[in-house]
């Protein structure tokens, strides 16, 4: 596949082939937009990860937040 081996031998999945294949093509200031984005996700606040991630309509808790309350009935994860 043309995803998997490119020259220098990097291997990528088919999603980050297709990503940096639009990246690509983006305006300089659509890269910077990016840049700014990613930049935010990976160093910014909490806040600043949280807006990021709703306007594109991503749950940011979803993979932080553990309830460990206990609940009616069975565990919603593993059904115990």
Do not use: W, Y
């Not at 305006?27 to 606040?45: A, M, P, W, Y």
């Amino acid at each position: 596949m043309v995803a998997e081996t490119f020259k220098k031998g990097i291997i990528m999945s088919e999603n980050v082939a297709n990503l940096i294949k639009a990246f690509v093509l983006l305006s300089d200031t659509d890269k910077h937009q990016v840049f700014d984005l990613v930049k935010r996700i990976e160093t910014g606040t909490q806040n600043e990860k949280r807006a990021v991630f709703e306007s594109f309509g991503l749950d940011s808790a979803r993979s932080t937040t553990i309830n460990f309350a206990p609940t009616p009935g069975a565990c919603p994860t593993c059904g115990k």
